[in-house]
């Protein structure tokens, strides 16, 4: 193949998968199955380590490389990132369009209003076309520089597409990065099966995603992009949008997201109309919206009317009310994990909120608890918005009694007292305070609990209360001794007859046959989640062959990063663990792998599923692992990216939004045929 010829193919095969990234990550309706899309990068790849000179800055295989970075540095905006004035009252929101109004007497003025994505603002700017760096907004004049993490989400293009519209030759954007609920939900979930502390909210946890210094890690996190307005442009020409509307969709003909849904308004009734039609609709939505952006539809007319000195007088924030509620914070303990974390909870007298009756709630950390200054017997505001964990959003100082002191976090661990120490990662400091000893009983009760819980072993009967008893009585310090119980000892138990006990001693013998990815799992190792064991699953085909392997062998493999490989090699080294392993083995259980695929792949690998309603033969976890074993994966959301809808007795509204989306629905027979026909 001649230079030009490489050349040639990498420019075809570069401008190929954008199309696809659009496809699926912008528009939600992908042009190729998952297998071909691997294909094409695959092919890609290949060409790049090949022909390396033909590699350009806006190839799809450049969004994610190089080493950890040091710390971010400070770029200044083009023009300023402002804030905008806000407001939680129709009427402040009516006398704002008078204002305007008043600014430009002999104007009709149009409004547009957009759902106000909670997420990160940042800008991107292109030169030439290209991304060249991504910023967040920081004080408004100057922010930091998060190129590197920005070039790994798959909805900012590295590359504008020209081919409908022209391109200025500068052009900045000025957009949301954010999670969706699903996504987020996902997140926290595998952080929890990894043994770390949950995100409180989307907001945080993108926050806390693009300030991460490893853009490998980035990668990994359910990022998406709002794009909504503009910063610097140069040579954009005659024909740029001079109208919001116009504006959202150029935003999207050059390849970006635009709001999910866009109202027009031209007199302050029908404004009103339209909040409240957002507030109604706001849970449907895919992500966090905690109100509305109003903005004067010409642009310009909001060049003639300016900006203070804090926020633009051409457009303001109205905010729904939050989902909140007061109540009196009783009492402060600290939960022991199975990994040794200390975790504050907040005690509380009942309250309603958002449907639901609250009597905890989550403090984080000790550095939280600090920054909002929470104590024992303090009036508090707790929020809990959808399936997010309720939290103490302030405390009501003016109700503070006067004896009020302030909360010390324990130095060592209230179950064990040992020392609480603080893990280094990446040389940081961590927030969380750990308990060092293996050996406390709440750690042990912790593994044990998750050892057998359903999304583990799936160990019946062993359950918190019968788990806790084992362990008073030091009958069990690790999961294999579990599996030499006595039907004695286990009756000797309180509340423990002959059926309980039968039924627990076979739910441990039937767990001897589990999957690999099980016990991986169950094994609680850090940062190991269901997810992650199950990719590690479908590599190894025993336990032995993943011991076996090493830190850079566990890099190369799909979504097992560094941190990952190395929390995997840390946790086999070490000799109790080997001899927890040689006991497992020898107490008869298989540790191999259902899931493990040598060099073929499944024709539905990559597929994506949504279950709704009951199946006749299958239980939910049945069919999950169903699809999981062919590569397949289960989300809990219906889109235009699902493949398809498993769907039994008495489905409810999946069944209806995969009808209205034209997504695929099969039944239990029309699942079992696909499986065969495919296999």
């Given amino acids: 193949m001649t230079e030009g010829e490489t050349q040639s193919k990498h420019r075809e095969l570069v401008n190929i998968i954008r199309r696809h990234d659009y496809a699926y990550y912008v528009q939600a309706v992908p042009a190729v199955s998952d297998h071909e899309y691997d294909r094409l990068y695959k092919e890609l790849i290949d060409l790049e380590r090949r022909f390396p000179a033909c590699i350009t800055p806006d190839s799809p295989t450049q969004r994610v490389g190089g080493l950890p970075l040091?710390?971010?540095k400070t770029v200044a905006h083009t023009l300023p990132m402002m804030s905008l004035d806000n407001t939680y009252s129709q009427d402040e929101l009516?006398?704002?369009?008078h204002r305007v109004q008043k600014l430009l007497p002999e104007e009709e003025l149009v409004w547009?209003?957009?759902p106000k994505v909670d997420g990160v603002a940042v800008s991107l700017r292109y030169e030439e076309g290209e991304l060249v760096h991504g910023a967040t907004?920081?004080?408004?004049?100057?922010g930091d520089d998060i190129t590197s993490n920005l070039r790994t989400l798959r909805s900012i293009p590295l590359q504008l597409d020209s081919s409908s519209v022209p391109i200025p030759r500068v052009i900045e954007v000025r957009g949301e990065?954010?999670?969706?609920?699903?996504?987020?939900?996902?997140?926290?979930n595998r952080r929890l099966d990894e043994g770390e502390e949950p995100f409180a909210n989307p907001r945080n946890a993108t926050a806390g995603s693009l300030k991460m210094l490893d853009p490998k890690i980035v990668a990994q996190r359910p990022l998406d992009i709002v794009i909504y307005g503009l910063g610097q442009i140069e040579a954009a020409g005659n024909s740029f949008p001079n109208k919001q509307i116009e504006l959202l969709a150029y935003f999207q003909n050059i390849g970006f997201q635009g709001p999910a849904k866009v109202w027009t308004c031209h007199h302050a009734k029908s404004l009103g109309d339209v909040l409240n039609e957002l507030d109604a609709l706001r849970h449907d939505l895919d992500y966090e919206t905690d109100g509305a952006v109003i903005k004067l539809d010409d642009i310009r007319l909001r060049e003639r009317i300016g900006a203070t000195a804090k926020a633009p007088r051409w457009a303001i924030a109205y905010k729904f009310a939050a989902e909140q509620a007061e109540t009196r914070l009783k009492?402060?303990?600290i939960q022991v994990g199975r990994t040794g974390a200390l975790t504050p909870v907040a005690e509380l007298e009942p309250v309603l909120v958002s449907g639901s009756t609250v009597s905890r709630a989550t403090l984080h950390n000790e550095d939280e608890i600090k920054r909002k200054d929470i104590r024992e017997g303090d009036a508090v505001v707790i929020e809990k918005a959808g399936e997010i964990i309720p939290a103490v959003v302030r405390v009501i100082l003016e109700k503070r009694s006067r004896n009020s002191t302030a909360f010390v976090f324990p130095s060592v661990c209230p179950e064990c007292e040992s020392v609480a120490v603080k893990q280094e990662s990446s040389g940081v400091m961590g927030v969380v305070w750990r308990c060092p000893n293996t050996s406390c009983p709440a750690q042990i009760r912790g593994r044990l609990e998750h050892w057998c819980s359903r999304k583990a072993m799936d160990v019946e009967g062993g359950g918190s209360a019968l788990i806790e008893q084992l362990v008073a009585k030091a009958l069990v310090e690790d999961v294999a001794d579990l599996y030499s119980l006595s039907r004695a000892q286990i009756v000797s138990l309180e509340r423990m007859a002959d059926k309980s006990a039968e039924n627990f001693l076979e739910g441990v013998q039937e767990s001897k046959s589990r999957d690999l990815w099980r016990v991986l799992f169950g094994l609680g190792i850090?940062?190991?989640g269901a997810g992650v064991a199950k990719k590690l699953a479908r590599h190894f085909e025993t336990i032995r062959d993943l011991m076996r392997s090493n830190v850079d062998a566990l890099i190369a493999l799909d979504e097992v990063g560094e941190t990952i490989a190395h929390s995997l090699v840390t946790w086999f080294s070490k000799e109790r663990n080997q001899m927890l392993i040689d006991r497992l083995e020898a107490l008869g259980l298989s540790m191999k792998s259902s899931l493990y695929v040598e060099d073929s792949e499944h024709p539905l690998s990559g597929s994506s599923w949504v279950l709704t309603g009951t199946l006749p033969n299958f239980s939910r976890q049945q069919a999950t692992e169903k699809i999981e074993a062919i590569g397949g994966k289960v989300t809990g959301s219906v889109s235009k990216?699902?493949?398809f809808v498993l769907a039994g007795e008495s489905a409810g509204s999946k069944l209806q939004k995969a009808q209205k989306l034209g997504v695929q629905i099969v039944d239990e027979a029309g699942f079992t045929a696909l499986l065969d026909q495919n296999a």
């Fill in 177 to 188: 990065v954010f999670m969706t609920r699903a996504g987020f939900l996902r997140l926290n």
């Fill in 94 to 97: 009516i006398a704002f369009i």
């Fill in 112 to 114: 547009t209003v957009e």
């Fill in 137 to 142: 907004r920081g004080d408004g004049a100057t």
């Fill in 641 to 643: 990216k699902t493949s």
């Fill in 526 to 528: 850090l940062h190991v």
């Fill in 331 to 333: 009492k402060i303990f």
């Fill in 70 to 72: 040091e710390g971010f």
